[in-house]
């Protein structure tokens, strides 16, 4: 399970609740988030984005098969699809920069409304790009604000143009509160596009969950292939409505950081799911064979000799970078998962975060004066925690990553998570992730 796992009660309002790292210590339960902690500190970037941001980045840029429509400011769209790491574009091709494609919502749209302006726009996409599947539309703040009803003009257009219209509500200011309406906007999706007529799922077909744009997911996939396994499907990365179709011809589903829709998955479907984790040879190892528990005897047999072969060899090589990373404490601001822990253990390292602990040289377990998350800590408060910790990696830090840079911290850089997405996954991949570790913890 995740380490932080979000509980939404009927008003979908956050609370956050982190596991221990330690075998006795207590669990960390947060209040719900607030904006109120950042509009404290003037002058100071928030860590991480609004809402709207996170559903097009995550959940449905990367579905290459639909057109998505920004209802709002051309500044939203261009924001949140060129904010992409990489989007899933027509696979296989590794990344395509995607299209801003936006209503250009302007001061007389918020005094007369924008339906009449959203419903031209979905008709000229349409015109334009005969092809596409459907197409998305996303609200922003100020649609919000003045009330244009999306769901009925998607409704119209869906209606005269034969195509999928969905509308999604997700305007930045609702945050907390709105990830009910997104949850529930994804499954209905799932629920329309599905095929009723697939009721038995095919040997060895799995589906593949992963928030990944490309690199990771992509080798991921083509290995489990090479063991025999058929993914029918991937979510959300290369998905679409063809994709969600073949749901149900799965036996079961693989999730990569998405335990939450692993969950879901299992209740729409009826299928078991499996939390995988491919970085370092003993979660491969164990990944692979909770996945081969649901396959047939030959790809079980097919597993079980990658694992004969490829785990002595990758041990090997965690042994020998153990001796240079050994006591070297990585510390992030966001919770961990305890799988994450286990793998800095595992090259002989300390792990923890500023909201679960973390151990000292000694192995005692300390802790922040109060756990509270990186954006809601002011700077005197973060230096008096890193200061406590002294770490040797430093992560989770969002866009302070140059301060801590000039402050002299080793900081988790973009270089390092594209060298983990791209080259550190699988058995294979065990001593790109040991040189990622010694060159972030600048041991020679």
């Not at 380490?3 to 209040?31: M, T």
């Not at 799995?206 to 979510?235: F, K, M, N, P, Y």
Request: charged share 20%.
């Amino acid at each position: 399970m995740s380490a932080c796992i979000q509980r939404i009660d009927n008003k979908h309002r956050q609370v956050a609740e982190y596991p221990a790292l330690c075998a006795d210590g207590p669990a960390v339960r947060i209040a719900p988030w607030s904006y109120a902690w950042n509009r404290g500190q003037a002058g100071r970037l928030p860590n991480g984005g609004c809402l709207y941001g996170g559903q097009t980045t995550t959940y449905w840029a990367p579905m290459h098969a639909l057109l998505h429509l920004t209802h709002g400011p051309a500044g939203c769209s261009v924001y949140a699809h060129a904010n992409r790491a990489g989007a899933a574009g027509a696979y296989p091709v590794r990344g395509w920069p995607g299209l801003n494609l936006g209503t250009d919502f302007q001061e007389r749209d918020i005094v007369f409304g924008g339906e009449t302006k959203l419903a031209r726009a979905m008709a000229e996409a349409d015109a334009l790009f005969p092809a596409q599947s459907g197409l998305t539309v996303f609200s922003t703040c100020p649609v919000a604000l003045i009330g244009d009803d999306i769901d009925a003009v998607a409704r119209r257009h869906a209606r005269t143009g034969g195509r999928i219209a969905q509308a999604l509500h997700c305007a930045g200011f609702r945050r907390t509160d709105g990830l009910g309406a997104m949850q529930s906007a994804i499954l209905e999706t799932w629920r329309n596009w599905r095929d009723r007529s697939v009721s038995t799922p095919e040997d060895d077909a799995v589906v593949l969950l992963c928030r990944e744009s490309h690199g990771a997911w992509q080798a991921v996939a083509q290995w489990l292939a090479g063991l025999g396994l058929a993914i029918v499907a991937h979510w959300p990365v290369a998905s679409g409505p063809e994709q969600v179709r073949r749901f149900g011809r799965a036996r079961c589903a693989i999730s990569i950081d998405m335990d939450e829709w692993g969950e879901r998955f299992a209740r729409e479907y009826g299928v078991p799911w499996v939390a995988a984790d491919f970085l370092g040879p003993d979660a491969t190892t164990r990944s692979l064979r909770a996945i081969a528990q649901h396959c047939s005897a030959s790809t079980r047999a097919r597993i079980a000799a990658e694992i004969a072969r490829e785990a002595p060899a990758a041990q090997a090589v965690v042994d020998i970078y153990r001796a240079r990373l050994s006591g070297r404490l990585y510390f992030s601001f966001a919770p961990l998962m305890r799988e994450q822990a286990d793998l800095y253990a595992a090259f002989g390292m300390r792990a923890g975060s500023s909201l679960q602990g973390w151990p000292d040289t000694k192995g005692r377990w300390c802790y922040a004066p109060q756990a509270r998350r990186y954006p809601e800590m002011t700077p005197a408060e973060i230096a008096a925690v890193l200061a406590l910790a002294q770490p040797d990696i430093v992560d989770g830090v969002g866009q302070d990553l140059w301060a801590m840079r000039k402050r002299g911290y080793a900081v988790f850089d973009d270089a390092a998570r594209a060298a983990l997405s791209h080259a550190a996954v699988g058995y294979r991949g065990t001593t790109a992730l040991a040189q990622v570790l010694t060159r972030l913890a600048r041991v020679s």
